[in-house]
């Protein structure tokens, strides 16, 4: 059950509960972050509806007339389920007084978000990537004053985002291996004599990007920061953590959690990863409700034009991973032992991971590296 699919079973419902055209209702993305605890997802349509069906509700209607929006379309899933309507069947539906509707998924709805998450371009798009074309890439080494450079990175970034979810197809996005090396960083230097090129030179192109991306404001104050040694204008001089090969670098935390993810997947085909039993990844929660948010968190990114929401979210959606995979070991690792086995025994989550920070990387314009 993806987002997009969510949104239209919710859309058929209002429809059918308030006798409205397709258009009448307007667009809500449902949301993972904003469902209840035990619940996978929530619909926020009813107070967005509310103007248009009020002269419709009884008067004497008991609670908030958005919960009684809501508890119609509810009534209308729950009558489509018993129809044989496609992905009307959830495990649970509840509403609450502020109108939303919250949604627990069924064990095979779950099992299809992680399925289609493992495609990113498709599931945080939409689309499918199969036009002709190049993706925009600035040479930032090509600019002078390290402003410029982030500008170049930023417009970078917007352009991809831009070119990702809306107009015409998007070219393709990489495949094969990637690989860790840098071509700043494991080549002759000496040509690298402006302040973006010896940044370029002392931290890599990747860091450099995600460092750009990272903040919010387009003219960043004078040594401000986006959190400890993590300079919005990081200079060879001063490169705080950007140049280390650590978690304290955000950007080697985002591309090493990528390279992890695939790592896990090659460890599960090489043991025995058995067929899941039961209802598939509860211990990973944290994890599925990023993934499903990754649509609407792109969607917004695209529409304000800010590149630094997607880097927020992919860093999230890396912590929750970290996490996930770190909270116990389940069984064996690779040959030399030494990485936790949840991943390699229960791999359609990696998978999934893989597939979204992949995508998200390449939409800032950074690699993600494909082995550890």
């Known amino acids: 059950m993806t987002p997009r699919r969510l949104e239209t079973v919710v859309r058929r419902a209002a429809v059918r509960a308030f006798g409205l055209g397709e258009a009448d209702v307007p667009f809500v993305w449902p949301r993972g972050g904003h469902a209840a605890e035990d619940a996978d997802a929530a619909v926020a349509l009813a107070p967005r509806l509310l103007g248009r069906v009020r002269g419709e509700l009884p008067r004497d209607a008991e609670g908030t007339h958005r919960a009684v929006v809501c508890g119609r379309i509810v009534a209308q899933i729950s009558a489509m389920a018993e129809e044989g309507e496609p992905d009307a069947g959830f495990a649970r539906i509840v509403s609450d007084e502020r109108g939303f509707a919250h949604f627990t998924l069924t064990c095979e709805q779950r099992r299809g978000l992680?399925?289609?998450?493992?495609?990113?371009?498709?599931?945080?798009?939409?689309?499918?990537?199969?036009?002709a074309g190049e993706w925009p890439r600035s040479a930032l080494h090509e600019a002078g004053p390290l402003a410029q450079a982030r500008r170049y990175a930023r417009a970078d970034a917007r352009a991809r985002i831009a070119m990702a979810v809306g107009g015409p197809d998007p070219p393709p996005g990489p495949v094969g291996e990637v690989s860790w090396r840098d071509r700043y960083l494991d080549t002759d230097r000496t040509g690298l004599f402006t302040p973006a090129g010896r940044l370029l030179g002392r931290v890599g192109e990747d860091s450099a990007r995600v460092a750009f991306c990272r903040s919010v404001?387009?003219?960043?104050?004078?040594n401000e920061t986006t959190g400890r040694c993590l300079p919005?204008?990081?200079?060879?001089?001063?490169?705080?953590?950007?140049?280390?090969?650590?978690?304290?670098?955000?950007?080697?935390?985002?591309?090493?959690?990528?390279?992890?993810?695939?790592?896990?997947?090659?460890?599960?085909?090489?043991?025995?990863?058995?067929?899941?039993?039961?209802?598939?990844h509860t211990h990973g929660a944290g994890v599925r409700g990023l993934l499903f948010d990754g649509p609407s968190v792109l969607d917004t990114a695209a529409r304000r034009e800010e590149p630094h929401i997607l880097v927020r979210y992919l860093e999230a959606l890396t912590s929750a991973y970290d996490e996930w995979r770190t909270a116990s070991a389940a069984g064996a690792g690779p040959a030399s032992g030494t990485e936790p086995t949840r991943a390699a025994l229960d791999p359609a989550l990696p998978a999934a991971v893989a597939g979204v920070l992949g995508t998200g990387l390449f939409l800032l314009g950074v690699s993600a590296p494909t082995r550890l």
């Open 114 to 131: 992680l399925r289609a998450a493992a495609d990113g371009p498709r599931f945080l798009t939409g689309r499918d990537w199969t036009g």
């Open 217 to 222: 404001p387009e003219h960043p104050k004078e």
């Open 232 to 280: 919005v204008l990081p200079s060879a001089e001063n490169p705080g953590a950007w140049s280390r090969l650590t978690d304290a670098n955000p950007a080697f935390r985002l591309r090493y959690a990528h390279a992890h993810a695939l790592s896990s997947l090659r460890w599960a085909a090489q043991g025995t990863a058995p067929e899941p039993h039961d209802c598939p």
